[in-house]
């Protein structure tokens, strides 16, 4: 058997799909430069970079700037990035794609002079076949025009340039078309799970072809689960086929919430004459998702409440090119505060975001629009809805149906068009019609904006989605639910306070909600104004430190024991019925309002209203060693509280659990004057790469090691050794320093230095000075690690 394993793979022929990272070696230039597509090019202030690249994000920040305080008021325009390259002689006879995960915006691509495709949506992955007009004996030249000149045109920063990844893939005429591989799972048991996988196949060849389809799958472990083939079709010239396979998993491993076990199906176009013509992959979880009309959201056989965030795609310092270990830190942070679901807003992420949750076992919400027809910006993508988002919603569920972790589609946020009935309905069921025939495995829903006021419950335009959403306003949905109580609910955007919890929480029907919003992010601060650069309505900060309002959702969700102090130094405000809260991304008073640290600026004595939020049964506070009391966790999860005298030294709560024993505490302490840096290193060893960063946090500290909470002292880092300074920031959304500088201020005594690694051994080293301050210095090694 193993001989005859070999000979098999063995004659897979040249033209079976191979991927080529294709990031490396590009040039760029800001501009709209005349002749830039060509292959001679144009003079320009061309300069290396490597993709993904974000180049708005280098600045400056400017009040004036066109994108206004929604996109951050960082700067837009055309830039043009080129790169040249050559294919080795055995390429010849192969066909060639290139795939790009995100151009912003308005994205055209021309291949030695030649144009070879353009998509206007900046967050839509393309492919597009470059065979015709390459060169196999000299170089070739490829060039991309993005152009974000058209302002204002987005609600919330939306960077600039080749921002995603970019590869090659060259395929033989036999080949997959697009993202035509569709993986399935049904009839699931303890036992086992029939898989079906369909491949779309095209054949570009002169003549009729004879092919049937192998699928093998291996387990989460990587060991072999099964293989079985389809039955032998005609595979017509000029023609795309479907071929599928039917294969049975015993004893399956299911993927669930925070479990994310993973199969991968791996694809063979097996040609009459043995020959493999195509090869694919696609990995995928065995689990079974459904919403119910009495109950909400169930998996694998249980109720479970979505307890979700929804967050914007920029990675803070980042912007919108994102390192993906960035995007595991801030995932693997909001798990930790109890979040099981995310839903991505508004549009398409980059499919290794998806990947991520896949292996997390987080759930998604998969957005793709925030606007139809009516704009919401004068230049975004309503003017060019209704001739490509047919387009752009087929590629987008093709490309993510595979994905375990989305269990839900939207359609659309807070969309504008509702007012107008027969328009709406008339793109929903548009809409609905692709993501069912391209996935019948999922619903479709909408974020709902202000359905009562349109009328949306009244004349059936809420009946036309699978399940029907509603941003804020809770009571509305569970009246509507009510009303017809056939229908599928489930809160697509709310707020972050106490009352929209506890109408999720005590309706069973509410299949769950997603707050708005998980992360500080870039932009949307056109409410605010200058100097606001970003919104600060996230549960943490752009640098993903917690908020108090996060350690308060953590209360409330987390399934691990949680207490945590602070101190309430304004009064708290119920904003769940204001109708000016709903859609506007603000920061709550719950947030703001709570400081978590011991360090008032007042007299001994004085009172200070201090505020427990658990999830323990019982809490106790210590001042400094002495009790204050024990109380109990309020049934209608309100934070527990305490008027204490003020005496500086320790402040200390403690959780108990039923049977007495302690089981969580947290503790705030007096700070002193500033004194020194503090460092701490979140990774030991650190690899090459976009997508590996390390993260070092920076406090400023008093003498006994105490953060100081209002400290703002100058800091610089220097990045020594075989690594170097990938950006630097400290959450504050007045901040108009670049990210990419090396000094910037403390924020609440606290920033974050992140460093990439430039080789492949070796130590970094990682100083932080300060004005007044003992440096603090920490080491990464350079070498494999575990992303």
Known sequence: M???????????????????????????????????????????????????????????????????????????????????????????????????????????????????????????????????????????????????????????????????????LLTGDVHVDGWGTRVSTSAITETSADVGVESAIINRGKTDRQAHLRVTITGPDGKHVSTSQG???????????????????????????????????????????????????????????????????????????????????????????????????????????????????????????????????????????????VAKNPQDYHLFFTDWSSLDARDFVKRDRNHPSVAIWSIGNEIHDTPYPVVAKSIIERLKAIFHAEDPTRPVTMALFRPNTTGDYKNGLADLLDVVGQNYRERELIQAHQDKPSRLIIGTENSKNRASWLAVRDYAPYAGMFLWTGADYLGEADRAGWPFISNPSGLVDRTDMVKPIGWERASWWSETPVVRLGRRVTEQVDTSELPTMVGVAMPQPKGPGVLEDWTPAQQTGQLEKVEVVANTPTVELFLNGSSLGRKP?????????????????????????????????????????????????????????????????????????????????????????????????????????????????????????????????????????????????????????SL
């Open 2 to 168: 193993a001989l005859i394993l070999a000979m098999v793979l063995g004659s897979a022929s040249a033209g079976a799909g191979e991927w080529r990272n294709f990031n490396a070696g590009w040039t760029f230039a800001k501009g709209d430069i005349a002749g830039a597509e060509s292959r001679e090019g144009a003079a320009a202030d061309w300069v290396q970079v490597d993709l993904p690249h974000d180049w708005a994000i280098a600045g400056p920040f400017d009040r004036h700037a066109p994108a206004t305080g929604s996109g951050g008021f960082l700067p837009t325009g055309v830039a043009w990035y080129r790169k040249s390259f050559t294919l080795p002689a055995e390429d010849r006879g192969k066909r060639v794609f290139i795939e790009l995960d995100g151009v912003m915006e308005r994205g055209g691509v021309w291949i030695n002079g030649r144009h070879v495709g353009h998509r206007p949506n900046g967050y839509s992955s393309v492919r597009y076949e470059i065979t015709d007009h390459l060169n196999f004996d000299r170089e070739n030249v490829i060039a991309v025009r993005a152009d974000t000149s058209h302002q204002p045109a987005s609600r919330w920063y939306a960077g600039g340039g080749i921002y995603r990844h970019v590869r090659l």
């Open 231 to 373: 039955d032998t079709v005609t595979l017509p010239a000029g023609r795309a086929m479907k071929l599928s396979a039917q294969a049975r998993i015993t004893d399956p491993v299911r993927w669930d919430i925070g479990q994310g076990n993973l199969y991968k199906a791996q694809l063979q176009i097996i040609g009459d004459d043995g020959s493999i013509l195509e090869t694919d992959s696609a990995h995928f979880g065995v689990r079974e998702m459904v919403f119910k009309a009495d109950s909400g959201f169930w998996i694998n056989g249980r109720n479970v409440k979505l307890k979700g965030v929804a967050i914007h795609a920029d990675g803070g310092a980042f912007g919108m090119a994102v390192p993906l270990s960035f995007y595991e830190r801030r995932l693997r942070g909001m798990m930790a505060l109890g979040v099981n679901a995310i839903r991505t807003a508004h549009h398409p992420f980059g499919p290794e975001f998806l990947d991520l949750c896949d292996r997390l076992g987080l759930v998604v919400m998969n957005e793709a629009f925030d606007m139809w027809t």
């Open 633 to 785: 966790r309020n049934a209608d999860d309100s934070a527990i509280r305490f008027d204490v005298p003020f005496a500086p030294g320790s402040l200390r709560a403690v959780g108990y659990d039923t049977g007495g024993r302690k089981v969580a505490e947290h503790e705030l302490r007096t700070a002193g004057p500033a004194m020194s840096v503090k460092l701490v290193a979140e990774q030991s060893r650190l690899t090459p790469g976009f997508d590996h960063v390390g993260f070092i946090r920076v406090e400023v500290v008093d003498a006994k090691g105490i953060r100081v909470p209002d400290a703002a002292h100058a800091l610089s880092v220097t990045v020594d050794g075989p690594g170097v300074l990938a950006a630097f920031d400290n959450g504050s959304p007045t901040d108009h320093t670049p990210f990419s500088a090396a000094r910037r201020q403390a924020w609440n005594g606290r920033a974050l230095v992140m460093v990439r690694a430039s080789e492949t051994q070796g130590k970094i080293k990682v100083t932080v000075t300060g004005d007044g301050l003992k440096p603090a210095t920490a080491t990464i090694t350079a070498g494999p690690s």
